[in-house]
């Protein structure tokens, strides 16, 4: 057990800034499912458990593979090269638990192949500026 602690630990820097990274992911996450509901005519307070039941399969895959990959270390506030690598492929892992997670009964949605591209296309459009502009805005400081 504590070298599973160690291991997060290694992964996971805690800090008010890392903490500030991640809910500033997790609202640009929340953005594109709203985003997406919405443009598929979904009424966000009628069809909320909808909502949340798409939503929980990118924050699963989010919470997972982000750790996974590193995307909380200190390197990838420093380095945007390496921000921009580590959340592409963060969001690339994400969605792919995330459709593995809507393709079952648990979640609505199922797996659709136009929908993993725009989910990573959308994914991608909103995370890796963020990231890169909180490496950059790091970096100088």
């Known amino acids: 057990m504590s070298s ?12 008010p800034r890392t903490l500030g990274v991640a809910l ?11 985003l ?5 005519g979904y009424d966000l307070v009628a069809d909320a458990p909808r909502v949340v039941g798409t939503a929980l399969p990118f924050f699963a895959g989010w919470a997972l593979v ?4 590193g ?20 969001w690339l892992g994400a969605v792919y638990v995330g459709q593995v997670l809507r393709a079952t009964s648990i979640f609505p949605g199922g797996f659709a192949i136009p929908f993993v591209l725009v ?3 959308v994914g991608l459009a909103l995370l890796v500026p963020w990231r890169a502009a909180v490496a950059y805005v790091s970096s100088r400081a």
């Open 4 to 15: 599973t602690v160690a291991s997060l630990r290694a992964r996971i820097t805690l800090s």
């Open 24 to 34: 500033g992911d997790l609202l640009l996450i929340s953005l594109f499912i709203v």
């Open 36 to 40: 997406g509901e919405l443009q598929h």
């Open 66 to 69: 982000s750790v996974l990959v």
């Open 71 to 90: 995307a909380y270390t200190p390197i990838v506030h420093r380095s945007v090269g390496t921000a921009v690598g580590r959340t592409a492929l963060a």
């Open 119 to 121: 989910s990573l296309g």
